[in-house]
């Protein structure tokens, strides 16, 4: 069984900052990691990709967060962080943190609500 248990989430001002974290684990023996992501997903709109990250540390963004949002990992806790500043009221989402396994497939986590007030 895999869980992924997101946190850092909430409220914060345009131009503030918030670190979101998602920690994964899977029961029985250790499982490898691959390509570990966050996505969000706005009111009426679709959930769409803003930043991932492959074992190796090769990042890839939305260019709509270029410059403002980076994502990080630590493959020993199986972690995947997301720094975002310069938040913008745009940003405002449920992200939710992806992680990708070698042999397991792909499973997502409950989500976390960010928002931004103008």
């Known amino acids: 069984q895999v869980q992924l248990v997101e946190s850092g989430g909430g409220l914060v001002q345009a131009g503030g900052s918030l670190r979101l974290s998602c920690a994964c684990a899977?029961?029985?023996?250790?499982?490898?990691?691959?390509?570990m992501g966050w996505y969000r997903q706005a009111p009426g709109k679709q959930r769409e990709l803003v930043a991932t990250?492959?074992?190796?540390?090769?990042?890839n963004y939305a260019d709509s967060v270029k410059g403002r949002f980076t994502i990080s990992r630590d493959n020993a806790k199986n972690t995947v962080y997301l720094q975002m500043n310069s938040l913008r009221a745009e940003d405002t989402a449920v992200y939710y943190c992806?992680?990708?396994?070698?042999?397991?497939?792909?499973?997502w986590g409950q989500g976390t609500q960010v928002t931004v007030s103008s």
């Open positions: 899977a029961s029985g023996r250790v499982f490898s990691i691959n390509t």
């Open positions: 992806r992680a990708v396994y070698n042999t397991l497939g792909g499973y």
């Open positions: 990250i492959t074992s190796g540390g090769s990042a």
